[in-house]
């Protein structure tokens, strides 16, 4: 238990790490791209929110009172968005002639290629977090099942542990 609870705890560190500079790198260009139409920026909106609702999310986890796994649910929608992101902005990237999103070389650059790139990487580095915290908070709640007089009981999402 204390084991997955620090693998816990780690992969919702890196949660929080990796939102936190999506949605700084994706702020950073709609604020740059401000006087532009919201519908040319509208894959960026969109990241930015489900980044946004990532690091809310990460973040709330952490506390000790809500250190519990039921929130897998949470976590695999997530997932599913960040990865929709992921794609939107990968598309995004495509006609812009920056090559290959596969390729991270000179990722650390100022340019506008190198940034975008970027943002890829740690929107996708977000969503693998959230997709494996996801699958131990699942794991560990169909394990944890209380056996007894021969049925299998669950523990009901509302009940405090105290």
Sequence with gaps: MLAADLLLFLLRVGELAFTTVVVGLTGHYLHQTH??????????????????LGLLFSLLFLFPFARSFIHYPVDFLLFIGLMVAFGLLASFI????CGSIWNWGGITGKSTCSQFKANIAFCFLASIFFLASGFLG??????RRAVTDGTVRRRRWYRSRV
Excluded at 35 to 52: D, G, H, L, M, N
Excluded at 94 to 97: D, E, H, L, T, Y
Excluded at 138 to 143: G, L, N
């Design 138 to 143: 699942m794991y560990y709640v169909h394990r």
């Design 35 to 52: 006087q532009a139409s919201t519908w040319s920026r509208k894959r960026f909106i969109y990241t930015e929110v489900i980044s946004a």
């Design 94 to 97: 495509g006609p812009m002639n």
